[in-house]
């Protein structure tokens, strides 16, 4: 079955700009997180939806949002972008309590 | 803050057994410890995981003590292919899917 989707894989915005990154989690997964990675702060946990509520955020700034729709497709956002949410942004997901989670190739992305 | 400690890099000689070290001394009863794994730019895939009995599956052997203070990955046979940045994670909570990384470990399998 296909695995976790992101797109895109790659952009290139402006300082100031927002984006928005998708993610289609494995079919039949409720659980989607998202986790920024930079080279300084390494793998960083954003936050994690399941049936559409956000069940748990990391410490990031409110420009940071998420949501997830009712097929459990996420979208996550970041408004006001700085150069330093330059970053691999991956989102996983998983079928349920105390399994694994599987994680998408990421989406690049690049304020400028 | 990651709950776990290990060391930033190894190397394997291919064709021999890796083993990845992990320490995990504040782990609670009902914490998982999972393995994954990061090649270059990719996402992290999941390698296997435990609760206190030692687990095996056809990518790697997970080896917890017994007080579960610590546990150790092993790679039967490591492949160029293996060299990767390991992470070893306890599981936070028990009703969330939330993983929190630490900095893992480089494996270098040369050949």
């Known amino acids: 079955k296909a695995g976790v989707t992101q797109t895109p894989r790659y952009l290139i915005k402006t300082r100031g700009q927002q984006v928005t990154l998708s993610c289609s989690p494995i079919?039949?997964?409720?659980?989607v997180s998202w986790y920024q990675q930079t080279p300084g702060q390494g793998l960083q946990f954003l936050f994690e939806?399941?049936?559409?509520?956000?069940?748990n955020k990391g410490n990031f700034p409110g420009r940071f949002s998420g949501r997830q729709f009712s097929n459990s497709r996420s979208e996550m956002n970041v408004s006001t972008l700085e150069l330093g949410d330059s970053a691999l942004y991956l989102c996983?997901?998983?079928?349920?309590?105390?399994?694994?989670?599987?994680f998408g190739q990421g989406t690049r992305l690049t304020v400028v | 803050d990651a709950k776990t400690t290990q060391p930033p890099s190894m190397d394997c000689a291919e064709g021999r057994a890796a083993n990845l070290p992990c320490n995990h001394s504040t782990i609670s009863g009902n914490e998982y410890v999972y393995w994954y794994r990061q090649i270059h730019s990719q996402g992290p895939q999941y390698i296997i995981h435990g609760l206190k009995n030692n687990e095996t599956n056809e990518m790697a052997s997970l080896i917890i003590t017994e007080d579960r203070k610590s546990s150790t990955l092993i790679l039967p046979h490591a492949t160029l292919r293996d060299t990767a940045v390991y992470y070893c994670?306890?599981?936070?909570?028990?009703?969330?899917?939330?993983?929190?990384f630490g900095t893992g470990t480089r494996l270098q399998v040369f050949p």
């Open positions: 994670i306890v599981r936070v909570e028990f009703s969330t899917d939330k993983l929190i």
């Open positions: 079919s039949g997964h409720r659980s």
């Open positions: 939806y399941f049936s559409e509520t956000q069940r």
């Open positions: 996983a997901s998983s079928g349920g309590m105390n399994t694994e989670a599987f």
